[in-house]
């Protein structure tokens, strides 16, 4: 099993900055794509980006040019700067993680979530 531990989430003002960061704990699996989704309650959830284990990322569209999604594979960690925040950005942020064990199970593991906020 995992443990995923994030952070950075809060208030901003609008045009201001987050860095959410996303700690996996664990052992017995190898990290494949980590990500990051958002969903406010009563609504429906949206892949805001992912990265795979070869680097290659990918983006909601209106997060394009505003969001940067990394990753340190040393420290098993899935980092998302967030630039030009804006209200609609208002939701609770959950990373995720597919994983693959030694006997080629897949795995896959959230977050708690992390709340943004971006009211002025």
């Known amino acids: 099993q995992a443990q995923l531990e994030e952070s950075g989430g809060g208030l901003v003002q609008p045009g201001g900055s987050l860095r959410l960061s996303c700690a996996v704990s664990?052992?017995?699996?190898?990290?494949?794509?980590m990500g990051w989704y958002r969903r406010a309650p009563g609504k429906e959830g949206e892949l805001v980006a992912l990265i795979t284990g070869g680097g290659s990322t990918n983006y909601l569209e209106s997060a394009k040019g505003r969001f940067t999604i990394s990753r340190e594979n040393a420290k098993n960690t899935v980092y998302l700067q967030m630039n030009s925040l804006k209200p609609e950005d208002t939701d609770v942020y959950y990373c995720y993680v597919d994983a693959l064990t030694s006997v080629s199970i897949k795995l896959q593991f959230w977050g708690q979530g992390t709340l943004v906020t971006v009211a002025s």
């Open positions: 664990g052992s017995g699996f190898t990290i494949n794509e």
